[in-house]
């Protein structure tokens, strides 16, 4: 979710509510702890963000899921041409231990912000403690500089219908434009669409660590960030993926890594189409149980939670 530009004098309390409200929409089907997460930049702009967990008990915590909906739909530049830096940062849930920011999410405002960059925790509606980035994380990789970046869809209503596959291309060839990729040089973008038609786009960021957002993640992030899930365990709500790395000609099948397969799994059903593209066509079409063959999910989880009730009531059936 992006929120429109607002002017740098507005209070960081007039924005709580829009953090919380995050929160509400955040994907936490096991652990249920949500977090909601807030970005304003040094130019008064701002981007929210929701956590979205797996099966496997990984995903995103909220700030780095508004990190992605950023870079992913403002690009890495501000419109003078200048680094875009985080300046200021709320996280809100339920209680403060549960979104106080750990080792990983520090290290990713590090390397999009500042030492100086302020983070507010939020609970209740309002902000109970802030802190200085420097104050929570001694020693962080600094950030390396960042050239090439452009704006690209995020979301886009095609309403009832498929898309030409060139325009389709197209959205994820503007996404790949935007990747952050300054260790490895490896640019990935990636589109979704949903069974309503709905078009969310993302691209992979890196971070000094040897980590990141992958494509696929950061558009599934967008997706959730904008729709939420209305409390359902496996949204199957996506029908088709598509993701492009490579170079023209070279051949290479960019399928999506493990760890994306699992956050794809998460959100797709059996049959959900999966197609690898280099920058000028699609190089392979399979479907999401072809990838993930015998996979572990939501359903895994449901099915456990059942039989624990069921054990609980001395054998009874629980409802479905």
């Known amino acids: 979710m992006t929120l429109a530009v607002l002017r ?18 955040s994907y936490v089907a096991y652990s249920n702890v949500p977090m909601g997460a807030l970005l304003r930049t040094a130019s ?24 992605g909906t950023m870079i992913s739909t403002d690009g890495w530049q501000e419109g003078d041409g200048s680094p875009k830096r985080i300046a200021e940062v709320i996280i809100a849930g339920r209680n403060i231990d549960d979104i106080f920011p750990d080792g990983r999410v520090l290290s990713r405002l590090r390397t999009l912000g500042s030492e100086d960059t302020v983070i507010h925790l ?20 600094a950030p390396k500089s960042a050239e090439g970046f452009a704006s690209t869809l995020k979301r886009h209503e095609t309403g009832i219908g498929l898309p030409p596959e060139d325009q389709r291309l197209k959205w994820t060839r503007a996404a790949r434009a935007t990747a952050y990729a300054p260790y490895s040089g490896y640019r990935v973008g990636a589109m979704l669409r949903t069974t309503t038609g709905e078009i969310y786009t993302g691209c992979n960021i890196e971070f000094g660590r040897n980590d990141g957002l992958h494509g696929e993640m950061v558009a599934i ?3 959730i960030n904008s729709l939420g899930v209305q409390g359902r365990l496996g949204r199957t709500g996506i029908e088709e993926i598509l993701v492009m790395g490579g170079e023209v000609g070279d051949g290479v099948i960019c399928t999506p890594c493990g760890k ?38 939501p359903d895994n989880i449901l099915s456990a939670k059942r039989a624990l009730i069921q054990a609980e009531r001395g054998g009874a059936p629980c409802p479905a």
């Open 8 to 25: 740098p004098e507005i209070s960081i309390d007039a924005l709580v509510p829009f953090a919380m409200a995050a929160v509400d929409r």
């Open 44 to 67: 008064g702009k701002v981007f929210v963000g929701s956590s979205i967990e797996t099966a496997n008990y990984d995903g995103l915590y909220a700030p780095e899921s508004a990190i």
């Open 122 to 141: 939020a609970t209740d509606g309002e902000i109970k403690e802030v802190h200085l980035l420097k104050q929570l994380l001694t020693r962080a990789p």
């Open 221 to 223: 992030g967008n997706m």
């Open 260 to 297: 994306c397969r699992q956050f794809i799994r998460e959100f797709t059903g059996e049959k959900a189409a999966i197609l690898a593209a280099g920058p000028e066509d699609i190089r392979l079409r399979i479907m999401q149980g072809e990838l993930l063959p015998h996979s572990f999910g």
